[in-house]
């Protein structure tokens, strides 16, 4: 099941993706001057290089101050250099635009693809159960009577839920045979429980718990099929691991129920806008908040910071002025942890420092106010 940090990772591999695409689209725009002030090869008349090379360079300084500092277009500025400097600024604004909304609805589209990959998995042990049932080399017959793998090929909940996932397997049915063939045979586990008489209830589901842990999702080629087919496998992964955990772990083969699949999310409306509201504060951070990074990196320039560091930064920023309800020790530590695994080895204690020190800052400012039942900070 999801929680927050899984979330806050998610928007920051958005986030990252998204500041991507503006680095793109500001190349782009150095590109369009450099063509509006190219040679005309087609031209019957006379190029004056030197002067296209002179209004060039005029453009691209115009354009990186205007850009920049956010500063208006020069009085009097030749019209040529006005039409490239103004055509690339609105290029980019509209590019931004079409991003930010891209990226935005594509967080939740990630996101609630996982438990389509949760599905997958599941559906995939009763696949290799159906090509386990159709090998004529060794009597797989106590996987199949798994009372795991019968509650998966029985549950009515997952044959609802399951779209893309039921088909998925099909189509790579021989791909599934080559798995059960090349991995799964090959578990020395896996053909000890085959030879059992009569598996305990227990033992049953060590195997289950096997099948999942280190012949799908351990490191074989069957996890390596997501991670061609996943562009996130590598976080969504835990995610589903764990999902998938909770499933075996919560079905009691004696009590006669049936297998209770688990939710994506508790509160899947509270958090889609959780994570949509920390994607378009972060991405939206007012120069005030990046000013104080700023003065507090010994005076770099926010852009200067490497850039995980830079978004993980202005995600905490965004989640302490915007989240009334999330302590700042809360905060603060989740982005502590998001710098330790996904950035440089002195991230943390860096993030950390800066971090403290804002948040000291924005309180003392009174733009930091918390509010809400519990809440340490709260005082």
Request: charged letters at 30%.
């Amino acid at each position: 099941m999801l929680n927050r940090r899984s979330l806050r990772i998610k928007v920051m591999q958005s986030l990252f993706a998204f500041q991507q695409s503006k680095e793109a689209n500001l190349q782009l725009c150095y590109d369009r001057i450099e063509e509006a002030f190219a040679p005309d090869l087609n031209s019957m008349e006379v190029q004056d290089k030197k002067l296209l090379s002179q209004q060039k360079s005029q453009a691209l300084k115009v354009f990186k101050k205007v850009f920049e500092q956010k500063a208006d277009l020069p009085a009097n500025l030749d019209n040529k250099i006005k039409k490239a400097v103004t055509d690339s600024l609105e290029f980019y604004a509209k590019s931004e635009h079409k991003d930010f909304t891209y990226f935005k609805r594509n967080l939740v589209t990630e996101v609630e693809r996982i438990y389509d990959q949760y599905l997958a998995v599941l559906n995939l042990a009763v696949a290799l159960a159906d090509a386990a049932a159709d090998d004529k080399k060794i009597n797989h017959k106590n996987f199949l009577n798994n009372a795991w793998i019968t509650a998966f090929r029985e549950s009515e909940d997952l044959k609802t839920r399951t779209s893309k996932a039921a088909t998925l397997w099909v189509s790579h049915a021989n791909l599934v045979k080559l798995w059960l063939r090349d991995v799964v045979k090959q578990d020395a586990d896996y053909m000890d429980y085959l030879d059992r008489k009569n598996p305990s209830v227990d033992e049953q589901k060590k195997l289950i718990n096997h099948l999942f842990r280190k012949i799908i999702l351990g490191k074989t080629v069957i996890n390596e099929f997501f991670e061609s087919e996943i562009l996130r496998w590598a976080e969504d992964r835990e995610i589903v691991k764990g999902m998938v955990e909770k499933t075996v772990k919560s079905y009691d083969p004696q009590s006669q129920k049936p297998l209770q699949l688990h939710e994506l999310s508790l509160n899947w409306d509270d958090d889609r806008e959780f994570i949509e509201k920390l994607f378009t504060d972060a991405a939206n951070l007012p120069d005030s908040l990046k000013e104080h990074i700023a003065k507090n990196t010994r005076n770099w320039e926010v852009e200067r910071l490497p850039l995980t560091d830079r978004i993980i930064l202005e995600m905490a920023l965004a989640e302490l002025t915007g989240f009334p309800s999330i302590p700042v020790k809360v905060t603060i530590n989740e982005y502590i942890e998001l710098a330790k695994n996904y950035s440089t080895p002195k991230s943390r204690q860096f993030i950390n420092g800066i971090l403290d020190v804002i948040s000291k800052e924005l309180k003392t400012a009174g733009i930091l106010k918390k509010s809400g039942r519990g809440l340490i900070d709260n005082k």
